[in-house]
């Protein structure tokens, strides 16, 4: 869109921490092209954290709008876009609310976290024929980008096994243990909420589409069992501990002063807890699992996620008739405690929280090597900002447009629902110990698109 022509009106639906990205876009270097018209969140305390910042900035506010009455904003504030960034089991309510009344969507991944949800969201895209952008940042990123191009040109020949290892550390990891995340019925699992992520390069990487998996797994290190294995017992009153161990896990969230702000503040609203304890019972997620995923244009992933690493990063080897491709990546080399032995909630914001690691440096690696010859690094190009760069460039081709992207770049729908059915099959695998074929599952008008090759 030209920044002559009038700005596009956006609503955005839940103002917890992710919203934040999106709302700085469109008050900030994206205002010319696109104004944030209303927005809703079930805790009225978090909007009233942003409207003061707002304020604060002297920007404009947005009206706001009760949680169920999508519908209604986006035909009385005339919107043409909702974003939607509750959490991910309210994503398929707020998205057919949104294109129900004429507007089109752009979601935070996962796209839904059900094989209903994605049923409801293809009977409202082929009603109302309206676009569904799922926001795939990590496809921006210019490391992933690298990969995407090397096997694109056909560098390694055609590919036949990928190996993918993902983890995740005792800071970022350890998050999904204290809030929603940690109930499946909420988040899809990890394998839903956190892989969609990983699946959707994969998808990606490899122009093709998944078609059966089996996945293994369990609650090993977080959760009451785990804790009960190293003589923990329920946590003591909040905010006091009984152990080092328990210490290294507990938030404090008066040290972060946005957390503190939209969550520690507004828990009176509605008893949303944001700090709980990684160690207790009625945990329904896994911290570790592992896959075997087929894929539609022959080749075959393993894949696995562990969410109590020391250090966070990922590592993927991609085979080929010609060679070998391999992308490493180190985000956090350590997790240190402070001196009150306690983690951080991001302690990357925290230069001192985080190790000058000489074993394990920051830092990203992609190395391709063909049969008979020597391995090659490739140039990255440089990526500033949240997830590897990625966000930066995802919020350009979001508010000003796509522009030349040969790559493609931009996710619709279709390409959430590619990605959410690994975790959806992958959960049925893990209930049933059997493999899981895609087209097993119940995904009514979507179903046809993810079991046909691209
Ligand atoms: N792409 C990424 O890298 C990335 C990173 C973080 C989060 N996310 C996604 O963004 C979304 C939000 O994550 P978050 O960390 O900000 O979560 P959060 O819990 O901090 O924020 C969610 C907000 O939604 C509100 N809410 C709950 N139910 C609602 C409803 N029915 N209607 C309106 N608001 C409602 C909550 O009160 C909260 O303020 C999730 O879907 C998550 O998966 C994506």
């Given at each position: 869109?030209?920044?002559?022509?009038?700005?596009?009106?956006?609503?955005?639906?839940?103002?917890?921490?992710?919203?934040?990205?999106y709302?700085?876009?469109?008050?900030?270097?994206?205002?010319?092209?696109?104004?944030?018209?209303?927005?809703?969140?079930?805790?009225?305390?978090?909007?009233?954290v942003?409207?003061?910042?707002?304020?604060?900035?002297?920007?404009?506010?947005?009206?706001?709008?009760?949680?169920?009455?999508?519908?209604?904003?986006?035909?009385?504030?005339?919107?043409?876009?909702?974003?939607?960034?509750?959490?991910?089991?309210?994503?398929?309510?707020?998205?057919?609310?949104?294109?129900?009344?004429?507007?089109?969507?752009i979601?935070?991944?996962?796209?839904?976290?059900?094989?209903?949800?994605?049923?409801?969201?293809?009977?409202?895209?082929?009603?109302?024929?309206?676009?569904?952008?799922?926001?795939?940042?990590?496809?921006?990123?210019?490391?992933?980008?690298?990969?995407?191009?090397?096997?694109?040109?056909?560098?390694?020949?055609?590919?036949?096994?990928?190996?993918?290892?993902?983890?995740?550390?005792?800071?970022?990891?350890?998050?999904?243990?204290?809030?929603?995340?940690?109930?499946?019925?909420?988040?899809?699992?990890?394998l839903?909420?956190?892989?969609?992520?990983?699946?959707?390069?994969?998808?990606?990487?490899?122009?093709?589409?998944?078609?059966?998996?089996?996945?293994?797994?369990?609650?090993?290190?977080?959760?009451?069992d785990?804790?009960?294995?190293?003589?923990?017992g329920?946590?003591?009153?909040?905010?006091?501990?009984?152990?080092?161990?328990?210490?290294?896990?507990?938030?404090?969230?008066?040290?972060?002063?946005?957390?503190?702000?939209?969550?520690?503040?507004?828990?009176?609203?509605?008893?949303?807890r944001?700090?709980?304890?990684?160690?207790?019972?009625?945990?329904?997620?896994?911290d570790?699992l592992?896959?075997?995923?087929?894929?539609?244009?022959?080749?075959?992933?393993?894949?696995?996620?562990?969410?109590?690493?020391?250090?966070?990063?990922?590592?993927?080897?991609?085979n080929?008739?010609?060679?070998?491709?391999?992308?490493?990546?180190?985000?956090?080399?350590?997790?240190?405690?402070?001196?009150?032995?306690?983690?951080?909630?991001?302690?990357?914001?925290?230069?001192?929280?985080?190790?000058?690691?000489?074993?394990?440096?920051?830092?990203?690696?992609?190395?391709?090597?063909?049969?008979?010859?020597?391995?090659?690094?490739?140039?990255?190009?440089?990526?500033?900002?949240?997830?590897?760069?990625?966000?930066?460039?995802?919020?350009?081709?979001?508010?000003?447009?796509?522009?030349?992207?040969?790559?493609?770049?931009?996710?619709?729908?279709?390409?959430?629902?590619?990605?959410?059915?690994?975790?959806?099959?992958?959960?049925?695998?893990?209930?049933?110990?059997?493999?899981?074929?895609?087209?097993?599952?119940?995904?009514?008008?979507?179903?046809?698109?993810?079991?046909?090759?691209?």
């Amino acid at each position: 869109m030209s920044a002559l022509s009038s700005p596009l009106r956006y609503a955005l639906v839940g103002t917890g921490s992710r919203a934040q990205m999106y709302i700085d876009a469109l008050t900030g270097v994206h205002a010319e092209v696109g104004r944030l018209v209303a927005w809703s969140d079930t805790n009225p305390g978090r909007v009233g954290v942003y409207e003061e910042r707002l304020r604060r900035a002297g920007a404009q506010l947005p009206a706001r709008f009760a949680p169920d009455e999508v519908g209604e904003a986006v035909r009385r504030h005339a919107v043409d876009r909702v974003i939607v960034t509750p959490p991910d089991a309210r994503h398929a309510d707020v998205v057919v609310a949104a294109l129900d009344a004429g507007a089109d969507v752009i979601v935070e991944k996962p796209l839904t976290t059900s094989e209903e949800g994605v049923r409801r969201i293809a009977e409202a895209v082929g009603r109302t024929g309206r676009r569904v952008t799922v926001t795939f940042n990590y496809r921006y990123s210019p490391r992933n980008t690298a990969l995407k191009r090397v096997i694109a040109a056909g560098e390694i020949g055609e590919v036949t096994s990928v190996h993918f290892e993902w983890l995740l550390d005792t800071a970022h990891g350890a998050d999904y243990f204290r809030r929603w995340h940690r109930d499946k019925a909420t988040s899809g699992g990890l394998l839903v909420h956190k892989s969609s992520h990983h699946f959707d390069l994969v998808n990606w990487w490899l122009d093709a589409t998944p078609t059966r998996v089996y996945a293994s797994g369990g609650l090993r290190f977080y959760g009451a069992d785990a804790a009960a294995r190293r003589g923990l017992g329920p946590r003591p009153e909040r905010g006091t501990t009984d152990s080092p161990l328990r210490d290294a896990f507990c938030l404090d969230l008066r040290r972060e002063p946005m957390y503190k702000a939209l969550y520690l503040d507004q828990e009176h609203h509605d008893g949303y807890r944001r700090d709980q304890d990684v160690f207790d019972p009625g945990i329904t997620i896994e911290d570790n699992l592992s896959l075997v995923v087929d894929y539609s244009q022959g080749a075959t992933m393993s894949y696995a996620l562990n969410a109590h690493a020391p250090w966070e990063g990922y590592t993927v080897g991609v085979n080929g008739t010609r060679g070998r491709a391999e992308l490493t990546v180190v985000e956090r080399g350590s997790v240190l405690l402070g001196e009150d032995g306690r983690v951080l909630v991001d302690p990357s914001a925290h230069p001192d929280a985080v190790a000058a690691d000489a074993a394990r440096p920051v830092g990203e690696r992609l190395v391709v090597q063909r049969h008979f010859d020597v391995a090659q690094e490739v140039p990255i190009p440089a990526g500033e900002g949240g997830h590897g760069g990625g966000d930066a460039v995802l919020l350009r081709d979001l508010f000003a447009g796509v522009g030349d992207d040969p790559l493609g770049h931009a996710a619709s729908w279709r390409d959430g629902v590619a990605s959410v059915v690994v975790g959806l099959a992958a959960n049925r695998s893990l209930d049933s110990g059997a493999a899981v074929r895609v087209d097993q599952l119940d995904l009514g008008a979507a179903g046809p698109l993810v079991t046909t090759a691209p």
